[in-house]
């Protein structure tokens, strides 16, 4: 089974920006859409970037022009960059695929923003 491992998150002010990754363990299966989840305390788990097997990326509405999602196929890793960051967006972060099974999930990284 693939491990999946976040890192990246942190502490940031309204607006500012971090990057995360994702790193698998070993060869996703690309043909499968892999994502950026996010769960708020007391909220369910929200998918809110997807890339495609062809390298597109969609997103939630409520990330849309704030979020860029992308790949590298070669190291087996996603990349979540994340711009003008809201309070809102404070959540654990998750990768995980979109489609076919889903694999174990990780630890996820904790993103806070906050003055």
């Known amino acids: 089974q693939v491990q999946l491992v976040e890192s990246g998150g942190g502490l940031v002010q309204p607006g500012g920006s971090l990057t995360l990754s994702c790193a698998a363990s070993r060869s996703i299966n690309w043909s499968n859409a892999m994502g950026w989840y996010r769960q708020a305390p007391g909220k369910e788990r929200e998918l809110v970037a997807r890339i495609t097997h062809l390298g597109y990326g969609s997103y939630a509405d409520s990330v849309k022009g704030r979020f860029s999602i992308s790949r590298d196929v070669a190291k087996n890793t996603v990349a979540l960059k994340m711009t003008a960051l809201k309070p809102e967006d404070t959540a654990i972060y998750y990768c995980?695929?979109?489609?076919?099974?889903?694999?174990?999930w990780g630890q996820g990284t904790q993103v806070t923003v906050s003055s």
């Open positions: 995980n695929q979109v489609s076919g099974v889903l694999l174990d």
